[in-house]
């Protein structure tokens, strides 16, 4: 068993009914990746996750809700992002554009400039992406740690 602040936290969207939704895709199964942009990393100076690291997945209220394993970690351009990876995301796109569609209006939120202290950023074919694959290693009762 984990205890509280153990592990890294794993931290899906903003708190709110996207996160709630992320979180359960992962409960389920159905989401096994999550992409991520490399200039987030950069503007918290925060290492690249590796193979076999493990997080705590949090939930909006703040719990960690599953441990979860790091499987794959690829950086590439978004233009390389496939329909494997829109299908691995676990939240029902069909196609790569509907993938990207939805990433870009998030990535392009007041929230997400504001995370990155970038009014002005957008994202292009060749902004580059950080995609983590990962599988639940352990399901964590809520209201525990």
Known sequence: MTGPHALKPLLLAFPGPLRDRLVGAVLSGEKTATTGLLVEYEAENEELPEAGERSA????AGREVAVVEVTEVRVLPLVEADLRLALDEGEGYRSVA????A???FWHSEEMREGL???DFTVDDGT???VERFRVVEVLSPGVG
Do not use: K, N
């Not at 509907?98 to 569609?101: K, L, N, Q």
């Open 57 to 60: 997945l949090i939930d909006s």
């Open 98 to 101: 509907e993938w990207r569609e």
């Open 103 to 105: 990433h870009e209006r």
């Open 117 to 119: 202290g970038d009014p």
């Open 128 to 130: 580059m992406l950080v």
